[in-house]
């Protein structure tokens, strides 16, 4: 189950990257026609960037640590559907499902070299 939450949550943080890619254009976009609030969701978009590297570093290392592995692609879904909304809900999706298959298999036993 890990090697599973490694793939998912590399997966979930690619979505998570696209979903912030298209925020940060939308807020440039509106930025550029003078809209106020332009600035302020391309602001959104850069801390979706951040629950992106936050997702990856957890898909990382769910295979040495699955408990904080859980925890950090969980946090990362989290946070990146408060700043991002709907542009982040594929890779929230799959971040949660990655983090639930590296908690269910924390209790692994690691394979013998």
Do not use: H, W, Y
């Not at 969701?41 to 592995?69: E, H």
């Not at 991002?84 to 809900?89: K, L, P, R, Y």
């Amino acid at each position: 189950m890990r090697v599973g939450a490694l793939v998912v949550g590399i997966l979930g943080s690619i979505g998570a990257f696209i979903g912030a890619s298209c925020v940060v254009a939308g807020g440039a976009v509106l930025d550029a026609f003078g809209e106020e609030e332009g600035a302020g969701i391309a602001g959104q978009g850069f801390l979706g960037f951040g629950a992106s590297v936050l997702g990856l570093v957890g898909a990382a290392i769910a295979i040495a640590k699955p408990r904080t592995a859980s925890v950090l692609m969980l946090v990362a879904a989290v946070v990146g559907l408060i700043v991002n909304g709907g542009f982040f809900i594929p890779g929230a999706i799959l971040l949660g499902i990655g983090s639930l298959l590296a908690f269910l298999g924390r209790n692994e036993k690691k394979a013998a070299a």
